[in-house]
């Protein structure tokens, strides 16, 4: 049962991270941390614990290159190994790539090609990460996902830009993560 509800909410939060700008459930008009050199502009923050405790809170970001939902959650958890290392790690992220492979199944996208999982050190922080290339309503996306565990908790970040992009997307993925870890991925309030 646990584990239904566990794959439930993180279908959930998802499918929350592939709606395009604006379209997020609860986004509150609170400002918050946003790289401002990049022209990402902060939307909102929205609570998952009251309907799928321990899915904690996403963080939504805009710019005309795409979006970014920024997630900090436990599931049900609050002692995650920092970085990478948790023994329950790889099988989360590997969820998340069956999640992004179901919604190509449902017809949520279309055309998707899985990049190669890496791990990587992004603002002196170990993630794993993973590309996605995929049309989303007939338009070309090209999305990144960042996964780490800091201070006992699982902070992910799911990229999406449009394509052709103005400048190269994993460049501006890697500078997003980089920035939004020194002004506090937690967003306002947390």
Not at 163 to 169: E, G, I, R, S, V
């Amino acid at each position: 049962m646990i584990r239904l509800l566990l794959a439930l909410g993180v279908a959930a939060l998802l499918a929350a991270c592939g709606t395009p700008p604006g379209a997020g459930p609860g986004a509150s008009a609170t400002p918050g941390p946003a790289p401002a050199a990049t022209g990402w502009r902060y939307l909102g923050s929205h609570s998952f614990e009251k309907e799928t405790p321990g899915l904690g809170l996403s963080h939504r970001y805009d710019s005309s290159a795409g979006w970014v939902d920024v997630y900090v959650y436990g599931l049900r958890r609050n002692n995650w190994a920092s970085g990478v290392a948790d023994v329950q790690f790889k099988a989360h992220f590997d969820g998340t790539i069956s999640e992004v492979q179901a919604l190509a199944r449902r017809g949520d996208y279309t055309q998707l090609d899985v990049g190669v999982v890496q791990d990587s050190v992004v603002g002196g922080r170990n993630f794993r990460s993973v590309s996605f290339r995929f049309l989303r309503g007939g338009k070309p996306v090209q999305s990144f996902t960042y996964l780490t565990a800091m201070n006992g908790q699982l902070v992910k970040y799911r990229l999406s830009f449009y394509l052709p992009a103005a400048a190269d997307p994993a460049l501006q993925a890697r500078q997003f993560v980089e920035q939004n870890l020194r002004t506090g991925p937690g967003g306002p309030g947390v």
